[in-house]
């Protein structure tokens, strides 16, 4: 496990709704994810199947930033494709979260006055995308 700056937390743990089914037939429901670098962000930028299709950019941003699920010993595309749609939208918005692509924004109404939250736009419709 990485070292993390005191006060900084960089790295969450998660729990897939219905888990990983490896090869053998068994499940894997925790992991962790780490924050993503600018350079996570970057890399699917020149993935030869991200310019392809780039509703693949999700996937591959996502085996670049999951450190961990159950004992799979290696995070890759394959594993994330492999994902059930409930577990890859679970971890879409758990990415959001983490990393602070979502977040209230103060708004008042304007025939009133009254101050309420709403929820702020995610910039872009997919991973990666700002």
Not at 16 to 45: I, K, N, Q, S, W
Request: charged share 25%; aromatic share 6%.
């Amino acid at each position: 496990m990485t070292q993390q700056p005191p006060g900084l937390r960089t790295e969450f743990d998660f729990e897939l709704p219905c888990g990983y089914v490896d090869g053998t037939g068994a499940v894997h429901r925790r992991g962790r994810m780490r924050l993503a670098t600018a350079r996570d962000e970057l890399a699917p930028l020149i993935d030869q199947r991200v310019k392809e299709n780039p509703a693949y950019l999700g996937v591959v941003l996502l085996s670049l930033v999951i450190t961990r699920l159950g004992n799979v010993p290696e995070i890759h595309a394959g594993v994330v494709e492999s994902l059930f749609a409930t577990d890859l939208a679970y971890l879409q918005d758990f990415y959001r979260r983490v990393n602070g692509l979502e977040g209230d924004r103060a708004v008042a109404c304007p025939s009133c006055g009254t101050a309420f939250a709403v929820p702020e736009p995610v910039p872009g419709e997919r991973l990666g995308e700002s």
